[in-house]
């Protein structure tokens, strides 16, 4: 499988033994936030997090994974062979289906964008085999669009989306009183209108953001409280999930692109120190008003830059 972007989850023993063994490769090793470290030689680069994930790109990551991570390190061949053991490991997901995921709301700057996406066997087998996988663990916009365009031609016809601009989710934000509230609409309303567009689906799925399932089925319309609705931690990891949450990324990178060109300024994304400086300055040209057009004042961010 051609691909320059791997990424797996390792033990804190495995990192330690893949150290060494990129060490004795000759690679340079280093270290950037939230890391146990970086190795890089010529233009591979992998990164394991202390989280435990294990990140792997650039050109000769197939090389690097097949010959020296999993038979040395993860003692098991998955590399590609992931839609063959998905359907061993998780049959369900080839069966006809919704994934629910969002986007924004870790954002400070930007829309909240939730989209649902319908997949069946020869759609969900397409977008595996394409390494459709969780906008999270995917860093480049490039790439996020890339799939992006092509989940909309796989699913056309068969997902929606639900884009919330900032001064919209500012008046939602504070009729519903807390986030919980706020994504339980937006889901319930993606789903709805992707149910207009495949009225025989059977059951979807969404990520368990809330800490009560009811919070969500308390929201859902007409068309979604016929059909099955499952919630729990890690959805991403369905591609009907995957796949919503790659549209979703890809909308909120381009509604992002239009806020920053009509204030003339690169939004960042996040909620860092490079958002509260942009924040401060857009405060002192325009005062809340004109953070409303392109912020969630909600955030901690807003009350910190007013008290200056």
């Not at 040209?285 to 004042?297: D, Q």
Request: with cysteine; hydrophobic share 40%; charged share 25%.
């Amino acid at each position: 499988m051609d691909t320059k972007n791997y990424v797996c989850t390792i033990t804190a023993e495995q990192a330690n033994q893949l150290k060494s063994i990129v060490e004795q490769k000759g690679f340079t090793l280093d270290q950037i936030p939230y890391s146990l470290w970086r190795a890089r030689q010529n233009k591979l680069t992998i990164v394991a997090y202390a989280s435990g994930k294990l990140t792997v790109q650039g050109p000769g990551t197939g090389e690097f994974i097949q010959f020296t991570l999993e038979p040395e390190v993860l003692k098991e061949a998955r590399f590609g062979y992931e839609t063959e053991l998905a359907k061993i490991e998780n049959p369900q997901m080839f069966e006809p289906h919704a994934g629910i995921d969002e986007s924004g709301k870790g954002d400070y700057f930007g829309p909240l964008v939730i989209a649902c996406a319908y997949t069946d066997a020869t759609s969900a087998q397409n977008l595996l085999d394409a390494g459709v996988m969780d906008s999270k663990r995917i860093s480049s916009d490039a790439k996020i669009l890339q799939l992006d365009a092509l989940i909309r031609k796989e699913c056309a016809g068969k997902f929606s989306l639900i884009t919330v601009g900032p001064e919209a989710y500012n008046r939602l934000y504070a009729s519903f009183g807390n986030l919980n509230r706020l994504l339980a609409w937006g889901h319930a309303k993606s789903l709805e209108e992707l149910l207009k567009l495949v009225p025989t689906c059977p059951r979807a799925i969404s990520d368990q953001f809330a800490s009560t399932e009811a919070t969500v089925r308390n929201a859902l319309q007409e068309r979604g409280r016929a059909i099955t609705l499952e919630q729990h931690p890690k959805a991403e990891a369905d591609v009907a999930v995957a796949a919503a949450s790659i549209l979703a990324r890809a909308e909120f990178v381009r509604v992002m692109k239009r806020l920053g060109e009509s204030i003339t300024l690169v939004l960042p994304k996040g909620a860092g120190p490079a958002v509260t400086q942009t924040a401060a300055a857009i405060y002192r040209n325009g005062g809340e008003e004109a953070l409303r057009k392109v912020a969630k004042l909600h955030f901690a961010i807003t009350a910190a830059i007013k008290q200056g």
